[in-house]
């Protein structure tokens, strides 16, 4: 079922580019976003883009609606322990989740089902409610405990998707490199987009 609702998360791990044209390509879609970004991944993007966002959820809501001229009520901006929020209960969550990029603390949390703020609420609710979850990892090397970790969500149906750009498609620039990873995102939530040709499609117009 191609969601009409997507709870978008980032966390603090290198990678706020991935998370930005998500989020852009996701709205352009007109799907509703519920956006969550945690304090360490608002450092991230002032120092990875030249994006500078306010601290407060309604600001940051402001600033995304702005940015990327988004009308009212369709994205969402929502503190850490807005416990009010629909995500924070199966009776309301989203019909898909992603964790873009998703740091490795991010993902210990959510394969322990730690539910300490409405981050790792909104993941726990997902899986508990069997609803799509993507988890773009940024680490390298990963480490046994990660590994660990992601054999155990992947085991129970959580997609892992290591940030990990391919070089099939001949990539000119970074924006490029970050198109790939976002475009397979997308494929996964089966939201069409044009920000690459799919594999093999001239050879199915010959």
Same mark, same amino acid.
């Given at each position: 079922m191609k969601p009409e609702t997507v709870t978008l998360i980032m966390t603090g791990a290198s990678g706020a580019q991935y998370g930005l044209l998500l989020l852009k390509e996701l709205l352009a879609a007109g799907k509703m976003v519920y956006l969550l970004i945690s304090r360490p991944a608002q450092i991230v993007i002032a120092t990875e883009t030249d994006l500078k966002l306010p601290s407060r959820a309604k600001d940051i809501q402001a600033f995304f609606n702005n940015y990327y001229s988004?009308?009212?009520?369709? #994205?969402?901006?929502?503190?850490?322990?807005?416990?009010?929020a629909p995500i924070a209960s199966g009776s309301n969550v989203a019909d898909a989740t992603v964790v873009c990029p998703c740091t490795t603390g991010t993902l210990a949390s959510v394969a322990m089902g730690a539910s300490r703020n409405l981050i790792e609420r909104s993941v726990d609710v997902a899986i508990k409610e069997r609803?799509?979850?993507?988890?773009?990892?940024?680490? +390298?090397?990963? =480490? &046994?405990?990660? #590994?660990?970790?992601?054999?155990?969500? =992947?085991?129970?149906?959580? +997609?892992?998707? &290591?940030?990990? &750009?391919?070089f099939y498609h001949q990539p000119k620039t970074l924006e490029d490199m970050v198109a790939f990873m976002v475009a397979r995102i997308l494929d996964h939530l089966q939201i069409p987009h044009t920000l690459m040709e799919p594999w093999g499609k001239d050879i199915l117009k010959s």
């Open positions: 988004v009308e009212e009520g369709q #994205l969402f901006v929502f503190e850490r322990e807005q416990w009010m609803k799509p979850v993507i988890l773009v990892i940024r680490e +390298t090397p990963f =480490s &046994p405990i990660h #590994l660990e970790h992601m054999l155990k969500l =992947s085991q129970i149906g959580v +997609t892992i998707m &290591p940030a990990n &750009p391919a």
